[in-house]
């Protein structure tokens, strides 16, 4: 709730907190597990605070527990991590590949990758890819792997890819796919927090801007 709202500091400082509580009883490769997934929320968090900085050493540390986890997800995490510090520096194209390769499952891994690889792509005018990194993440469950990015943050993300793909090529496919997101955004937001409503009429704006073209 706290990187949702903006206060992504407080949020990464709960994350690392959480992430060093170790129940003695437990394997150590639970430890593990709950170390590189703390870390990486707190990642998030900081990129999202736009303090990248330490992105890249706080990966490195995420891969050595990662790997010491059962988990698939968990070896994988590292590679996000990365992928967030290069989007920060401006290399998208090394991003891309980065989170990429932190996606174990498109529709059952951490889907906060697929946003992620989804808004590098939208960069690289790539739309379609990024249609394709998002429509899987719409499609699992809505507990588990799918908690970790929210439904409307999806629906934006795609109304904006179906957007940008009418851009590159106007069909009605496009078009209609991007109101259809867009609207499920509006329904969404449309009674939110100030900074979630104006993310609601924005998305009202392009509905209507797309229902002329």
């Known amino acids: 709730m706290l990187d949702a709202t903006g206060r992504h500091r407080e949020a990464a400082a709960l994350f690392d907190s959480v992430s060093r509580w170790r129940v003695p009883t437990l394997a150590s490769s639970h430890f593990a597990r709950s170390r590189a997934w703390g870390m990486t929320h707190a990642a998030n968090a900081l990129a999202a605070a736009g303090d990248a900085g330490t992105l890249l050493v706080r ?11 059962g988990y698939g997800r968990d070896q994988r995490l590292s590679h996000h991590v990365r992928g967030l510090a290069l989007a920060a520096r401006g290399d998208d194209a090394a991003a ?3 989170l990429r390769a932190s996606i174990r499952s498109p529709s059952l891994g951490y889907t906060r990758s ?37 439904r409307s943050e999806l629906h934006e993300l795609l109304a904006r890819s179906w957007d940008a793909a009418f851009v590159a090529m106007p069909t009605s496919s496009a078009r ?15 009674d939110g927090d100030p900074p979630f409503r104006a993310r609601a009429d924005s998305a009202t704006m392009r509905i209507a801007a797309l229902s002329k073209r």
């Open 59 to 69: 990966a490195d540390t995420i891969a050595r527990y990662g790997m010491q986890s």
């Open 96 to 98: 891309a590949g980065e």
């Open 114 to 150: 697929n946003a992620e690889l989804a808004r590098v792509l939208l960069r690289l005018r790539r739309p379609a890819e990024a249609v394709q990194t998002l429509q899987p993440a719409l499609r699992g469950y809505v507990d588990g792997a799918n908690l970790y990015v929210a």
């Open 176 to 190: 209609d796919s991007a109101t259809t997101h867009y609207a499920a955004v509006v329904r969404a937001w449309r």
